[in-house]
């Protein structure tokens, strides 16, 4: 890469980081209005093309939010972003024999296990009841051979709502949404006893109702391995 380009993303990349930090030393939140381009402009010591780069930059990582005609604002927060990012580098890994998709299997496999036993402490008879009734939808669709990937994030999604953690719940939803489109890329679904794998969240189920957290690791831990073995079966043919 030329020198020049390379300086010139650098300078992007720090106003970028400029304006996260008057975005922090102004304390303003989601859903708060930026000052305008003019203002940034001065502020900043930028001229507007330079900064309208930067905006478009932030826009696209979910930092900010443009409104035509109404301006600039703080964004809600959104991992959309993050979903994108990771679900293109996993369908790339496919791609060229790397790790990164069985790598975010792994992490979520480490995530669940380790935070289940907290989630057990807190779970109420009304959490349980709304996970058994994940298990109940999984089986009925395994029943009539339908695919219940839905039913089964949020069978996930129910497992950990008594940390009431918004981070862990959007971490959770990004890794599912990645999880789905590796299944279709390397067709991983294929093949798959839905029966079986009904049961193996029956399984969990169970563990945490009874209260058994060490049993209710174990087998969100074994059921990661599972998928992660399914998924090196379903590439072991493009390597």
Do not use: C
């Not at 496999?109 to 109940?136: F, K, N, P, R, Y």
């Not at 029956?202 to 058994?212: F, K, N, P």
Request: net charge negative.
């Amino acid at each position: 890469m030329p020198q020049a380009r390379f300086s010139a993303q650098a300078r992007l990349r720090a106003l970028q980081a400029d304006i996260m930090e008057l975005i922090l030393e102004r304390e303003l939140e989601a859903g708060d209005p930026l000052p305008t381009e003019h203002e940034l402009s001065a502020v900043l010591g930028v001229g507007r093309n330079t900064l309208r780069e930067s905006l478009k930059v932030l826009q696209a990582l979910g930092v900010i939010e443009i409104r035509h005609g109404f301006g600039m604002f703080v964004a809600p927060n959104s991992f959309d972003a993050l979903a994108d990012g990771l679900t293109f580098r996993a369908r790339l890994s496919l791609r060229h024999h790397s790790q990164e998709a069985l790598q975010l299997v792994e992490v979520r496999q480490a995530l669940e296990s380790g935070l289940i036993a907290g989630a057990m402490d807190l779970m109420t008879m009304e959490h349980l009841a709304a996970v058994e009734e994940s298990v109940l939808r999984m089986e009925a669709l395994a029943g009539s051979g339908e695919n219940f990937v839905e039913a089964a994030a949020e069978f996930h999604r129910r497992l950990f709502e008594p940390l009431n953690n918004e981070v862990l719940a959007n971490l959770l939803g990004v890794f599912w949404q990645v999880y789905r489109r590796v299944h279709v890329e390397v067709g991983a679904a294929e093949g798959v006893d839905l029966l079986t794998e009904a049961a193996v969240h029956r399984g969990i189920y169970e563990a945490v109702s009874t209260g058994d957290k060490v049993l209710a690791a174990q087998r969100l831990h074994g059921h990661f391995d599972g998928i992660r073995h399914r998924i090196s079966q379903a590439i072991s043919p493009q390597r």
